[in-house]
């Protein structure tokens, strides 16, 4: 019987600095598991729900899950990697598009994005945590 071994992703420089940024903290042992909509401003944590309204967020990252922000305006960001084209095409858009993210740098997927979910017009939710990245469609930023 085979056993699957996860790797333990790290934050990056840059999530570190955006965390600093956006003035969060990390999400309170007796917070976990509270939908990202219920919890007060100023958090952050991860979850396998992103894009929902009632995410609800951990503390500790696990596979495959994506780091969700909110503000102390109460404003709430999905954190993600895309390809550099998607990056820019995304900081650029003057109309909707549709793009993939992924929770952690992967691949060509290795630059990181931020997409306030103002911003969402709709998404795919995949029910495994092991699939592809997140397909979002948003307006422009």
Known sequence: MSRVVYTEFRSTSDQDALRQTHQVRLVAGDE????VNALPGGVY????????TSSPLFSVRRYRTY???KLPSG???????????LARALS?????????????PEGNHDVLVT??????R????????NQEGFTVTVMPL
């Open 32 to 35: 976990e598991g509270t939908g």
């Open 45 to 52: 944590g991860f979850t396998y729900s992103p894009g929902l």
């Open 67 to 69: 780091e969700t922000h």
């Open 75 to 85: 404003e709430i960001y999905i954190i993600g990697f895309a390809t550099a084209d």
């Open 92 to 104: 650029t858009a003057t109309e909707e598009m549709t793009l993939q993210i992924h929770p952690q």
């Open 115 to 120: 997409i306030p979910y103002t911003a969402i």
């Open 122 to 129: 709709r998404h795919r939710q995949y029910a495994a945590p």
